[in-house]
């Protein structure tokens, strides 16, 4: 695979699951990889060690993210939205905030993060996500709706971003790049699940595709049942 003439990447959580295949597409493709994480999770990169430079720290820490996308072309970043303290928009904000003037950033999060008005979610989605959200407030783990906030301070920015928006994830092979669509409801998408191999494969095609600059694609496996279904539907 080729850099598209990117050399250097930073992965924005990079010890989660999605962050470790983020960093070895990223590192399969050429790019040189700088990674962040928490202290206390830089052990699960610990087979990567020899082959990227971690930044460890909280991503939504100002002066961790400062040094770590220092000379980077692209960024890629995980928004978590755990604990009750808008880590998922701090993390946004950090990366819009100190990223290299021109560089690629791609942030993941769930197809819940609205664009505008023509997603269409079903009443099942919808609940559910209320419920959730909700529920996870209640109990102070995680913050749903500061991914919505974050996806909001991203749309608002005139940086060259592009915010992946996953549906249900499953571990498995990769089956290959993601079928994307603008928007939540669109039939190609019913089926709702990507492997999560792939969601970070997309991620990383997203940092040399300026066709997905200021984009949201929502995305499904490219062999879940409603992609292929409608698999020449633009
Ligand atoms: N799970 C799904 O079904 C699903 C569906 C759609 C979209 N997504 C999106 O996919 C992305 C990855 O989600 P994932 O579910 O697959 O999880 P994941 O890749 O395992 O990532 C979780 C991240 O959160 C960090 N984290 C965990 N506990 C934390 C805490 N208490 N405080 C701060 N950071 C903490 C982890 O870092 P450590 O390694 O330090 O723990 C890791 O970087 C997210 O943007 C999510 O919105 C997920």
Excluded at 1 to 16: F, K, L, P, Q, W
Aim: net charge positive; proline share 3%.
């Amino acid at each position: 695979m080729s850099t598209g003439g990117m050399r250097r990447v930073c992965v924005i959580g990079a010890s989660g699951k999605l962050g470790q295949y983020l960093v070895r597409h990223a590192l399969d493709r050429g790019h040189e990889v700088v990674g962040v994480c928490r202290e206390r999770s830089v052990g699960k990169l610990a087979g990567l060690a020899d082959r990227i430079t971690v930044v460890p720290g909280d991503t939504n820490d100002p002066a961790v993210i400062k040094r770590a996308v220092a000379g980077c072309e692209g960024v890629l970043t995980v928004l978590a939205p755990w604990g009750v303290r808008q880590y998922s928009s701090g993390t946004a904000q950090a990366v819009l905030d100190h990223a290299e003037p021109g560089a690629r950033l791609v942030f993941s999060c769930g197809w819940h993060v609205a664009r505008d008005g023509a997603d269409q979610y079903t009443w099942r989605f919808r609940a559910t996500v209320r419920l959730v959200t909700w529920l996870a407030r209640l109990v102070r783990a995680v913050e749903i709706d500061d991914q919505v906030e974050a996806g909001r301070r991203i749309f608002a920015s005139d940086r060259r971003w592009t915010l992946v928006r996953g549906s249900d994830l499953e571990e498995g092979e990769s089956q290959g790049l993601p079928v994307w669509r603008r928007h939540v409801g669109d039939p190609a998408l019913a089926s709702n699940l990507t492997r999560r191999v792939d969601f970070a494969l997309f991620m990383v095609a997203a940092l040399t595709d300026d066709t997905l600059v200021q984009e949201a694609p929502a995305i499904v496996g490219r062999l879940a049942p409603s992609a292929l279904a409608h698999a020449t539907a633009a």
